[in-house]
């Protein structure tokens, strides 16, 4: 069956450093990944994407890597901030799903002031 | 995402009741879905819809039934409430052309 996995399940950073969070996909046909923002009371919001044929992707202070070799993801935010903290979650796709998504169970990433 | 809303926004229903759970978007988006999230584990699919006369079970369907009323409404209903329901649930909606999810607030529902 399908399993999305995160290394760690909490974080913790000073302001101004880079977090970096990991999630692990067991589908080797997974063609599709997002990592997604959730806030607290909230939805979770989109935060990038990546598609299997790129192992980088960068966006405003996130840049998400794909190590398919290893079914390895991970979501790296630069100089760290208050706003960021928040749960983190993988979720991936395949077509052999029928492109419905697995998520992850989430990273808790807390900033420190 | 203000363009996915859900109502209620919180739920405190008892065992053997019937309640729905109701999603809108104005994303004009043609996919509709309905996942469960509890302590501890990723969301969980348990509906969704591809058009309006297209419905089709998730991971956890069981419990539960939905109703497309419209290409922008998507609802939820729990036939006979029981207490391992209680969650907090998602509405997401996606175009079909592009995969991404974009989700409602959530509904926090307790079954007593």
């Known amino acids: 069956g399908e399993s999305v996995g995160l290394h760690l399940p909490t974080l913790s950073v000073q302001e101004g450093d880079n977090s970096i969070i990991n999630c692990a996909y067991s589908?080797?046909?997974?063609?599709?990944f997002i990592w997604y923002k959730q806030e607290s009371g909230k939805g979770p919001q989109f935060i990038i994407d990546?598609?299997?044929?790129?192992d980088k992707r960068q966006g405003q202070r996130v840049t998400v890597l794909l190590n398919k070799t290893v079914k390895h993801l991970s979501l790296q935010i630069a100089a760290t901030q208050p706003g960021d903290s928040a749960v983190y979650f993988c979720?991936?796709?395949?077509?052999?799903?029928?492109?419905?998504?697995?998520f992850g169970t989430g990273t808790s990433l807390t900033v420190i002031p | 995402d203000a363009d996915v809303t859900q109502t209620p926004r919180n739920r405190i229903t008892k065992t053997g009741k019937r309640i729905m759970l109701e999603c809108s978007q104005t994303?004009?988006?043609?996919?509709m879905y309905w996942y469960r999230q509890d302590p501890g584990l990723g969301l969980r699919l348990i509906y969704y819809?591809?058009?309006?006369?297209?419905?089709n079970k998730g991971e956890i369907s069981d419990g539960y039934s939905v109703s497309r009323q419209a290409q922008a409404k998507f609802s939820l209903s729990l036939e006979s409430a029981i207490p391992n329901q209680t969650a907090l649930y998602f509405c997401?909606?996606?175009?079909?052309?592009?995969?991404?999810?974009?989700f409602g607030p959530g509904t926090r529902l307790l079954v007593l």
């Open positions: 589908n080797s046909a997974s063609d599709y």
């Open positions: 990546i598609r299997s044929n790129m």
């Open positions: 979720a991936e796709t395949s077509p052999h799903t029928g492109n419905q998504f697995y």
């Open positions: 994303k004009g988006h043609d996919r």
């Open positions: 819809s591809f058009d309006v006369k297209d419905i």
């Open positions: 997401a909606t996606s175009d079909s052309r592009v995969e991404t999810q974009y």
